[in-house]
């Protein structure tokens, strides 16, 4: 159950899941959903909304009814997502929720057999689950982004992982263009790769144009600076992959994996855009879990966290009595 637990409000800690199209190709439905309803269309819109809003109200403390038997209407009216959020509430106790292994289980079960996504998702990480790969896979097919990430950390296949994170983290980029600029020295260096791929495209045709007009020291001395432009421009890439520039981490990626960067690693490759997903807006939120006065299975959570990566959660999960 991949999912991003936020802070929504001081009121409440409340968990939600992420979803995205699962198409690398798609370059114009590559837009971030936050909900269980994120991508359901077969559910009346109605029903949706009204359920994004008593979740919402919820985490706002503005909610003056008791969240499960909203929820439970929903389920009983075959709003099937919200039996997707009902599962896996219980499965650690949160949002007023019970903490019911067995009767999350169910849930789950029962609302995989939509095909909802978010159900595959937090079936891949409920220890009653047998199939956990296989409910990984689906959600992860179906655009859920911590399942995608969850598979890019597990897989063996360094290709699939080097594929899952890049695809992660192209949706990533539009959160962090919001905030950030690319900058002068990113846009000079990317301008001078597509150059050279353009001149690479069209040299057939004008190779026998320039045989006539330059002498062949002029063309070796000219190849020669090409050369040396484009090798700086992936060494600019290169180091500012690894300052935490999201963009350049693509790119740097993308050339480690075929090796126009001047080297061929998957493993580094994977070791560049690993950190920069694990950290992005679907990050649970190790301080908040701990300072948070909610009662839910707070040892849980910070053990799904460790399992998307989070580094921090790891050592907390040893001292679960700092935050009882």
């Known amino acids: 159950m991949t999912f991003l637990f936020f802070l929504l409000a001081i009121k409440h800690f409340l968990p939600f ?9 798609d370059i114009f439905h590559r837009l971030l959903c936050r909900g269980w309803s994120c991508n359901e269309d077969l559910y009346p819109q109605h029903q949706a909304d009204e359920f994004n809003d008593i979740l919402d109200m919820y985490a706002n403390g503005t909610l003056n009814v008791n969240l499960e038997s909203k929820i439970r209407q929903l389920i009983r009216r075959e709003y099937h997502p919200a039996k997707c959020a009902a599962g896996f509430f219980s499965l650690f106790g949160l949002a007023n929720f019970s903490k019911n292994l067995t009767e999350s289980y169910i849930e789950l079960k029962e609302g995989s057999e939509f095909n909802l ?61 919001r905030k950030r600029r690319s900058g002068i020295e990113y846009s000079d260096a990317i301008a001078k790769i597509l150059r050279l791929h353009e001149a690479e495209n069209k040299e057939a045709e004008i190779i026998k144009f320039d045989d006539d007009s330059k002498s062949s020291s002029e063309k070796t001395h000219q190849n ?74 707070k040892v849980g959570v910070l053990k799904l966290a460790a399992l998307l990566g989070n580094t921090i959660a790891e050592p907390l999960i040893s001292f679960p009595q700092a935050f009882k």
């Not at 899941?17 to 690398?24: E, G, I, L, S």
């Not at 994170?165 to 192209?170: F, K, M, V």
């Open 17 to 25: 899941p992420y979803q995205a199209t699962p198409d690398p190709e």
């Open 117 to 177: 996504w978010s159900c595959h998702e937090a079936l891949a990480f409920h220890p009653y689950e047998k199939d956990q790969i296989g409910h990984l896979r689906a959600a992860s097919a179906r655009g859920a982004i911590l399942s995608s990430l969850r598979l890019a950390i597990i897989t063996k296949n360094e290709t699939e992982s080097v594929d899952l994170l890049r695809h992660i983290a192209t949706i990533q980029t539009a959160g962090w263009w």
């Open 224 to 297: 020669h600076d090409d050369g040396n432009d484009v090798r700086d421009a992936w060494a600019t890439i290169d180091r500012m992959s690894g300052e935490g520039h999201l963009p350049a981490a693509i790119w740097a990626a993308e050339g480690l994996k075929t090796g126009e960067i001047g080297r061929k690693s998957l493993a580094e490759a994977r070791a560049k855009l690993l950190p920069i997903v694990v950290s992005g807006p679907w990050r649970i939120d190790v301080a908040s879990v701990v300072e948070s006065d909610d009662t839910f299975d």
